[in-house]
């Protein structure tokens, strides 16, 4: 069969254009400093990060005291973060960061600190929660609370303290109530 006078008449279509998959040496070292960048300012502007996004929180060198809305006051020490939800029968804080002194006003409703994996429960009227490198602080002042994590508990009460990391819960000791207040007040 012959091709028609329309077939013959359109122009020969071109060949398609290769596409080189090689990709240079160069461009790939590039790619991987850009990923290691962009991972170090990560790591490196976490804590930031996690301040700025914290509904209460502190600069570096910045105490700040609040008065929350039941009437608690919230002393925050430097580069401190916290969260706050006051509606429902527990009153819940989180601390992200940093340090945070509790002057709790009761009424009627529980309190309830997280700190990472452990819950604070507070039966008291004064005490920090103190989140440390490698592991997180709690100092009673004034009544009493009790630190709860992966079904450990211990109950502390005023004049003492107790570290807990995210493995356990330490024992009971007492506290320097002078070196636990003193950041707060100045000294």
């Given at each position: 069969?012959?091709?028609?006078?329309?077939?013959?008449?359109?122009?020969?279509?071109?060949?398609?254009?290769?596409?080189?998959?090689?990709?240079?040496?160069?461009?790939?070292?590039?790619?991987?400093?850009?990923?290691?960048?962009?991972?170090?300012?990560?790591?490196?502007?976490?804590?930031?990060?996690?301040?700025?996004?914290?509904?209460?929180?502190?600069?570096?060198?910045?105490?700040?005291?609040?008065?929350?809305?039941?009437?608690?006051?919230?002393?925050?020490?430097?580069?401190?973060?916290?969260?706050?939800?006051?509606?429902?029968?527990?009153?819940?804080?989180?601390?992200?960061?940093?340090?945070?002194?509790?002057?709790?006003?009761?009424?009627?409703?529980?309190?309830e600190v997280t700190v990472g994996d452990?819950?604070?429960?507070?039966?008291?009227?004064?005490?920090?929660?103190?989140?440390?490198?490698?592991?997180?602080?709690?100092?009673?002042?004034?009544?009493?609370?009790?630190?709860?994590?992966?079904?450990?508990?211990?109950?502390?009460?005023?004049?003492?303290?107790?570290?807990?990391?995210?493995?356990?819960?330490?024992?009971?000791?007492?506290?320097?109530?002078?070196?636990?207040?003193?950041?707060?007040?100045?000294?």
């Open positions: 069969m012959s091709p028609t006078p329309a077939e013959q008449l359109q122009p020969a279509r071109p060949r398609p254009r290769q596409i080189n998959t090689r990709h240079s040496p160069l461009g790939r070292w590039l790619a991987l400093l850009f990923l290691l960048g962009l991972g170090a300012a990560a790591y490196l502007y976490w804590p930031l990060m996690q301040r700025l996004g914290s509904e209460l929180h502190t600069d570096a060198g910045e105490r700040r005291s609040i008065r929350l809305a039941d009437g608690t006051t919230l002393h925050l020490g430097s580069a401190s973060a916290i969260n706050a939800d006051l509606r429902g029968r527990t009153r819940q804080l989180q601390l992200v960061q940093g340090r945070v002194y509790l002057e709790v006003m009761l009424d009627g409703r529980a309190m452990a819950r604070v429960q507070v039966f008291g009227t004064r005490l920090q929660v103190a989140r440390h490198a490698g592991h997180d602080e709690l100092v009673v002042l004034n009544g009493k609370a009790m630190v709860i994590q992966r079904g450990e508990q211990r109950m502390v009460s005023a004049g003492e303290r107790v570290t807990f990391d995210g493995a356990s819960i330490g024992p009971v000791l007492k506290a320097d109530l002078k070196a636990t207040d003193g950041w707060r007040i100045g000294q």
